[in-house]
């Protein structure tokens, strides 16, 4: 079932106004703190056009989208029907995320041959399309093949199982950096700038004066 919230509610008068949200699906575990700072420029900017987010799997993002149940989404998959706009919205540069006690620190950079000697962490391809195609590609690219994957189901269970010492996984290196208190440790890619990159989603059909002040908003927060 999908999870969201409502984020504002208007007084008049005495009778408590719902204003009409714009309605945002987010897929490949994009409902994290990042999302914070273009949500409250939004929210004091336009305090009656409120955003209710919702987690969904990538088809029932595209699903809903097509079906007019949201405005827009957020995922990390540039491939969508046809109808669907797509428009990056920011790259993230990626990192490799170890335990605060794993054998590669004794590097001030990995490689991702070296990275791929060791077990491996990676999101749940079912829940995580775009994630995990863009992280595949990286390491087809190189010529890369994990000797040994583990799946979580959510972001915050691969950091978990990352701080643990059960392996290594690829990530944005703010994201790496958000879960230090946990023990992950995050090291330098001698690969160069890899980037994970977030889609906007919507539909084309849909009116942009309700969508474009969230959409730069996100990218002033790029």
């Not at 703190?33 to 088809?59: F, K, T």
């Not at 990192?95 to 001030?108: C, G, I, K, Q, Y």
């Not at 000697?117 to 990676?122: F, G, T």
Request: net charge neutral; charged share 20%.
């Amino acid at each position: 079932m999908a999870r969201g919230f409502f984020q504002c509610r208007r007084c008049a008068g005495d009778t408590m106004i719902a204003s009409d949200p714009l309605n945002i699906a987010l897929s490949d575990c994009l409902a994290y703190p990042r999302l914070s700072v273009p949500m409250a420029v939004h929210r004091r900017r336009y305090p009656d056009n409120p955003i209710r987010l919702h987690e969904e799997r990538l088809e029932d993002q595209h699903r809903g989208l097509l079906a007019g149940a949201f405005e827009a989404g957020l995922c990390q998959s540039p491939a969508a029907p046809e109808g669907i706009d797509v428009r990056p919205v920011w790259r993230d540069a990626l990192a490799l995320a170890v335990s605060a006690h794993h054998p590669l620190l004794a590097f001030a950079s990995v490689s991702l041959e070296q990275a791929a000697d060791h077990h491996w962490i990676a999101l749940d391809g079912r829940d995580c399309v775009g994630y995990c195609g863009q992280i595949d590609s990286l390491l087809t690219a190189a010529g890369v093949v994990p000797s040994a994957v583990t799946t979580a189901t959510s972001f915050g269970l691969m950091m978990t199982l990352v701080a643990a010492g059960y392996g290594v996984c690829l990530a944005p290196a703010t994201r790496i950096e958000g879960h230090r208190s946990l023990g992950v440790v995050q090291r330098p890619l001698q690969e160069g700038a890899l980037t994970l990159t977030t889609y906007f989603l919507s539909r084309r059909d849909t009116g942009s004066a309700r969508l474009e002040p969230f959409f730069h908003a996100l990218q002033a927060s790029a």
